[in-house]
């Protein structure tokens, strides 16, 4: 054998996993369609900035193990993540907490907001929350769900709050403290120098061949790359109905469009990294302003419209839609998955779940490890 592995997906998964691997002595060939390295963390300087090019991504865990891993590969800032959220002409600070309880309504203390809360959510009488509406309405009550709930989950997930599973708002806690901080992690912050350096040097010497997708390269190489270069397994960390060449139909997914916009001049668009656009009527979800992930203090400033969009074959996949019609038919080709012998999956797309970048680190070193 040439390599011990091949890995499908230049990602974070499948660079940590080629990381450990070559740390116990394995080699690994690394692929990706993409011709740039880092799947959807990938950033690159623009007007002297690190722009992220597939959606903002903010590094937190509260697994030590994790962040004294990811400490080899990048110095981390202070960055501390608190979007503001425009609705109409109202801001809010989020999560949701006393600033945001504060300028809705006026209250100033706990107990205060408490007491407001409670009396929206009485008389709505939801026991069971059968969907994101309802256990959004009885979290929150209806002044919260409508300004700033409402019109930004149907924008990004493409359907009424009704119609999605309730899991996705429990994302999104209360707090009775004057606390901006999105996260509850102990450890949080924005590599220096960008998502892109890190999994360079988690790959260091591991060879790459980018530009090429996993069926081009099954062409070139024969199934088990007996004709040119071969492997013993293989990591495959794209879409998992793909590899299956979607046999027991298409898994759903939610895609993104970005506009991205230069401003040579402006040094301050918008004061704070991420400002969401709750309402409905706005078409982009947010915007982010790249420099303040960074504390940039550069002439120019680099934004980015963030739209959602329905996935269809041949885009971008970003969120799997983890409902439960799609979670059975993922459950079948997990099923057919196991049954592929010397054939790992992993990541987002091969396990078809929202995964967080520590939970990424995680899954890939426990996977590594149980190859050893
Ligand atoms: N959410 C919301 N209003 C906001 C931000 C988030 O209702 O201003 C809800 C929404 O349902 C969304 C979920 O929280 O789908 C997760 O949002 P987040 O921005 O954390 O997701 P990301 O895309 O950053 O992973």
Redesign the pocket.
């Given at each position: 054998m040439k390599y011990d592995y091949l890995i499908v997906g230049a990602g974070l998964f499948g660079a940590v996993f080629a990381n450990r691997m070559r740390e116990a002595g394995r080699t690994c060939l690394v692929i990706d369609r993409r011709g740039t390295l880092a799947g959807n963390i990938y950033t690159k300087e623009e007007a002297g900035i690190q722009v992220h090019k597939y959606?903002?991504h903010i590094f937190h865990t509260s697994n030590k193990r994790v962040w004294e891993y990811i400490q080899q590969f990048a110095e981390f800032n202070h960055y501390i993540n608190s979007?503001v959220?425009v609705y109409k002409d109202e801001l809010y600070n989020?999560p949701f907490n006393m600033n945001t309880f504060s300028k809705m309504w006026g209250v100033r203390t706990p107990a205060e907001a408490r007491e407001k809360i409670a009396g929206q959510i009485a008389g709505l009488h939801i026991e069971n929350p059968a969907n994101?509406e309802e256990q959004a309405l009885s979290l929150a009550g209806p002044d919260v769900y409508e300004k700033?709930?409402k019109g930004?989950?149907e924008k990004?997930?493409g359907r009424d709050c009704k119609d999605l599973p309730a899991f996705?708002?429990k994302?999104?806690p209360l707090r009775f403290v004057y606390d901006n901080n999105?996260f509850t992690d102990p450890y949080q912050g924005i590599p220096k120098g960008g998502y892109t350096r890190i999994v360079e040097k988690l790959l260091g010497d591991t060879p790459v061949r980018l530009g090429i997708s996993y069926h081009e390269f099954l062409k070139e190489n024969g199934q088990k790359g007996d004709a040119g270069d071969s492997f013993g397994k293989t990591l495959y960390t794209g879409m998992i109905d793909e590899y299956f060449n979607y046999c027991l139909g298409e898994l759903q997914y939610r895609s993104l469009r970005f506009e991205e916009e230069v401003i040579p001049g402006c040094d301050n668009y918008q004061g704070n990294a991420v400002v969401?656009y709750?309402e409905r009527e706005v078409p982009y979800t947010r915007i982010i302003e790249h420099k303040h992930f960074e504390f940039g203090t550069q002439a120019d400033t680099v934004i980015t419209r963030e739209y959602p969009a329905e996935w269809k074959r041949g885009d971008e996949p970003y969120?799997p839609v983890n409902d439960e019609l799609n979670n059975a038919l993922y459950e079948r080709y997990r099923r057919m998955a196991e049954k592929e012998e010397n054939v790992l999956f992993g990541g987002r797309l091969g396990l078809y779940r929202?995964m967080d970048m520590d939970k990424v680190i995680e899954a890939a070193i426990s996977l590594a490890e149980s190859e050893q």
């Open positions: 959606g903002a979007p959220a989020l994101l700033l709930i930004y989950t990004q997930w996705i708002i994302r999104l999105y969401n709750t969120y929202y």
